[in-house]
């Protein structure tokens, strides 16, 4: 049904889309003006295509993004621009472009890709301008609400790289709890003197159940038996070598995850957050997929505290993740709020008022 007052049409006849300009690597020209690809922003350029206001999506290779231009700017050929507004507002409409699903109307097999035709003559709600500008003001407001949370989430991140950089490298010291500063040495060990790693195995001979089975890349699928059970860092063989785990409990890791166990004078989730700061692209020992062994991983050095100040350490960490997880929180919140209100908006089924 539609909605009083708003026409049921063509996107076609409200946002005309044009293929954008080829621009070979070879033939930019150092400048200031964005060129914006399928993906965004790929480079600068001297000289632009489109004046602003300017909505941009992807063609070819990436689709489903949709990017709101404010500057001159030049599209390239695997992206889509708006051409014609039809009188329509561009916030609108880009806030109308990015409530499609692309991914149904691709007509490639192989590299995702739309044809505009197609995307032309998808029939969509469309409100007098008095109301499109109403709703593009309160879905900017909510736009400006998730990227005051993301600035957040990484500033956050941020101080937390700065204070593991310190308290793990000894550079800061806490207080103890009659408020005098830790002076005790560091010992400089080995990561085989104070762990043992055990490799993953092969799993296809276990039932479903719903002990956790993990890879270099995360969680997979659940099995009827674990391999271990207690605290353990996880770090890839293979593939993904850079994403530390911290699991908890009953596991199973396959054959492309370490897991470390039997702890000596160390605490796992110092040890965890230790191997945050770890560069361990550094000790790969392929070309090709990066890959560890542990021969490589148990002569790695690295500087222990004594187990009260890692407790300590491990406490001020921990709380800064569970500030990041907060706002991480917040931020799906926040998402999933604004698609559901888009949802409504862009229907009719919920009006504002004019």
Known sequence: MVPNGWKHTKLGSVAELQRGFDLPSSKRINGYIPIISSGGLSGYHNEFKVKPPGIVTGRYG????????????????TSLWVKDFHGNEPFFIYYLLSSFDFKKFSDKTGVPGVNRNDLHAVKVFVPPKIEQRKIAKILSTWDRAISTNECLIDNSKQQ??????QLLTGKKRLLDNT??????????VTIGSVLSIGGGKDYKHLSSGNIPVYGSGGHMLNV??????????CIGRKGTIDKPMFLNGKFWT??????THSFINSLPQFIYQYFLTINWRKYSEASGVPSLSKSIIEKIKIKLPTLPEQKLIIEVLINADKEISLLEQQLDDFKQEKKALMQQLLTGKRRVLV
């Open 62 to 77: 990436t689709i489903g993004n949709v990017f709101y231009m404010e500057e001159n700017f030049w599209p390239l050929n």
């Open 160 to 165: 937390k790289k700065a204070l593991m950089q």
């Open 179 to 188: 408020g005098k500063q830790l002076s005790a040495e560091w010992n400089d």
């Open 224 to 233: 009827s038996e674990y391999l271990y059970d207690g605290e353990s860092v």
């Open 254 to 259: 396959v054959d492309t995850l370490f897991y």
